[in-house]
């Protein structure tokens, strides 16, 4: 037997178990044995040749020891120990297990038992499909030792080790099983690819479990360096809240007076109509408008509650806001309605119909007045809902009707060469973007009905774009896992910001305009600054793609929804998860903070609007949650059901109307 082969056998033993310092001095000891003289070496191989028992004793261990049954063998032997321990223990212990399946499937393909591999895997699937289907039907199709490489998902799970929490009591009793069992495969699958994060003390609360796992653990050390760097969350200097603060709820400029009224009462009538012609909805809003001391009542609490965040410069040239607009606009928050766990908003639902699928995006104005669709044939459509229902019988409109008619239902925008994936009104309602599987971004007028600017920066589809709160920059996200941020009046990029692993699924910007957040298929959320470009957050703790991110109005705390139903509630300054909130069951396509910030809103596939106390939940941090037994960790105070129209978009008015959007289909 070569000589060659033992020292391949034995250094991959020593690789395997961990022993790193037996590695490095064999192959010291290797290495001197080659520098060394001719016929000292000789007479080296040959006494190593002189015991071909040994030899053979070595070669058929890690045989043994690399075989296909081990890994079945060994795993269902944990598998039984860890269902069949205490029940104080078990829920810890349990979480071992999908890492370890995992691994011992990826590791049955690289040595190329493909057919063991594939039993295996279909043997043990059930155990995980509950917590992590959409990451097996990922796995499933590793089938051969390339894909290893080849596949993202895979190779990143290669390169890096799961990490798990778990109690002292709970790690010395799985050390005690593997050396008592002598289970050599799992051992080394455990010591190669698990990291333990051992707490001293009782075992920690089960509900902890979804995120006391984490398979990419890598990435953990380095979003902790991170997440040390300080982020300023307040809002705006000389914001509009702190406006109407100073004035103390007065009009600002009480010269203009009788102008200034009837371009609010304008304002008012451009809204009506866009509450979805939900007369219950319209006339509680009149009611609270024409109740000035009960509305300057319930304004105050939320003066208060703005006043507490902390002020910070802009980082951004922001542009200036005209004086009607500016006027509109804390009128609207002046006449806000306080939401609060007793009081609820009222509800525009916007459903459209005959869409067969085509409708990929949907995104309303702030005041509702506007909603704009995107379609998988390149198009974009927008509705003024002032003009909805006032066409002459006899005049039936059709779609390929094109100008400014105001006989025709909507405004058709066609320039994009490939389908919609977002669109995004303007703060003001004056322009709209529209991003595309084109790679490109479109800016289009409403005044004009026209489109201005073509965007080009993205390699790749462009899945969102979102306005900045104060208009003028945008940012972008795209499958080349980049984002962008860019300014209405350039056709570059101004700031990129790489960092994800996978796409860039969705991005929202801070309310102080400072920072953006990014969501990604990488099961990450990123928060940027603005400035520099670099990542001064990042946000683990999902278990698969981030589909929506809101920001709090006071900038303190964002909200990220995934594919699995999962929501997520997020300090800023620490980085920590406040809390999770579970209750759908399907996609959360969209969330929204209330205009006060006491409430968060959330749509999803699953054809629901739910609506959160964030004022309860975000008060209690996860450290006491362990003291109280997580009771308050979650409120949800109501849901909303829809007949069949999964929900595309939410948006809260400024005055706490909500509105949302979304397609019929008989399927969901």
């Excluded at 109740?291 to 410069?313: C, D, I, N, Q, Y």
Aim: negative net charge; contains cysteine; charged residues 25%.
């Amino acid at each position: 037997m070569d000589e060659d082969e033992i020292e391949k056998a034995v250094l991959a033993y020593l690789k395997k178990k961990g022993f790193t310092q037996t590695e490095l001095v064999f192959q010291e000891e290797q290495q001197n044995k080659i520098t060394s003289s001719a016929p000292i070496s000789n007479t080296s191989t040959a006494d190593t040749h002189t015991d071909p028992d040994i030899v053979k004793q070595i070669l058929s261990f890690a045989e043994v020891e690399n075989g296909p049954a081990k890994f079945q063998e060994g795993y269902s032997k944990l598998r039984s120990w860890a269902y069949s321990s205490l029940d104080l223990y078990k829920h810890e212990l349990l979480r071992v297990l999908y890492p370890v399946f995992v691994h011992c499937y990826m590791d049955l393909v690289a040595k190329g038992h493909i057919e063991e591999a594939r039993g295996f895997f279909n043997r043990f699937r059930d155990d995980h499909e509950l917590m992590h289907l959409r990451d097996l039907q990922k796995l499933e199709g590793v089938l051969t030792p390339s894909h290893l490489e080849e596949m993202e998902f895979a190779h990143t799970l290669r390169l890096s080790k799961a990490n798990i929490k778990m109690c002292q009591y709970s790690y010395d009793l799985l050390l005690q099983y593997l050396h008592k069992t002598e289970s050599i495969s799992m051992l080394g699958v455990i010591n190669e690819h698990i990291n333990f994060q051992v707490s001293p003390g009782q075992p920690s609360s089960i509900t902890d479990d979804a995120d006391s796992v984490s398979l990419i653990g890598n990435g953990q050390d380095a979003a902790n360096l991170i997440n040390q760097k300080e982020v300023y969350w307040g809002l705006l200097e000389d914001s509009f809240e702190e406006r109407l603060e100073k004035t103390g709820g007065v009009m600002s400029d009480p010269d203009k007076g009788d102008g200034e009224t009837g371009e609010v009462e304008l304002e008012g009538n451009k809204k009506r109509p866009g509450d979805g012609g939900k007369q219950g909805a319209s006339g509680k809003k009149t009611k609270k408008d024409k109740a000035s001391g009960a509305a300057l009542k319930v304004s105050r609490p939320e003066s208060t509650t703005v006043s507490t965040a902390p002020r910070v410069k802009s980082e951004l040239s922001l542009p200036s806001v005209p004086a009607e607009v500016e006027h509109d606009i804390l009128e609207d928050l002046r006449n806000r309605v306080q939401l609060s766990s007793a009081s609820l908003p009222s509800v525009s639902f916007y459903t459209f119909i005959n869409t067969h699928n085509s409708l990929n995006t949907a995104t309303i104005s702030h005041d509702g007045s506007l909603l704009a669709g995107g379609f998988s044939d390149s198009s974009v459509k927008v509705w003024d809902m002032a003009k909805l229902g006032q066409h002459d019988d006899n005049s039936a409109p059709t779609e390929n009707m094109l100008g400014r008619s105001s006989e025709k239902p909507y405004t058709l925008f066609r320039g994009h060469s490939g389908p919609i994936h977002s669109a995004t009104f303007s703060p003001f309602g004056d322009f709209l973007l529209s991003s595309s599987s084109d790679a490109t971004i479109r800016l289009w007028s409403m005044k004009l009905n026209a489109n201005l600017v073509c965007y080009k920066g993205h390699n790749f589809p462009v899945w969102d774009v979102q306005y900045s709160p104060m208009g003028h920059y945008f940012a972008s996200a795209s499958h080349d896992r980049t984002a962008r941020i860019w300014s209405m009046d350039r056709i570059q990029p101004l700031r990129i910001m790489a960092g994800h692993l996978s796409d860039v699924d969705c991005v929202q910007w801070h309310a102080n305009c400072n920072y953006i957040a990014t969501g990604s298929s990488d099961k990450t959320v990123r928060l940027w600054d603005v400035q520099s470009g670099e990542c001064v957050r990042i946000f683990i703790g999902h278990r698969s793609m981030i589909l929506s991110l809101a920001m709090s109005p006071d900038g303190r705390y964002m909200a990220s929804g995934d594919e699995d139903g999962a929501i997520m509630m997020w300090d800023l300054a620490s980085g920590r998860c406040v809390t999770p909130l579970v209750g759908h069951n399907s996609c959360v396509w969209t969330l929204a903070f209330s205009g006060e910030g006491s409430l968060l809103a959330s749509g999803s596939a699953d054809c629901t609007v739910k609506l959160w106390d964030v004022t309860t939940s975000a008060k209690v941090p996860k450290s006491d949650e362990k003291k109280t037994g997580n009771t308050n960790r979650l409120r949800s105070l109501k849901t909303l059901f829809t007949k069949s129209t999964p929900v595309y978009d939410l948006q809260f008015s400024r005055r706490n109307l909500l509105f949302a959007a979304g397609a019929f289909s008989k399927g969901a």
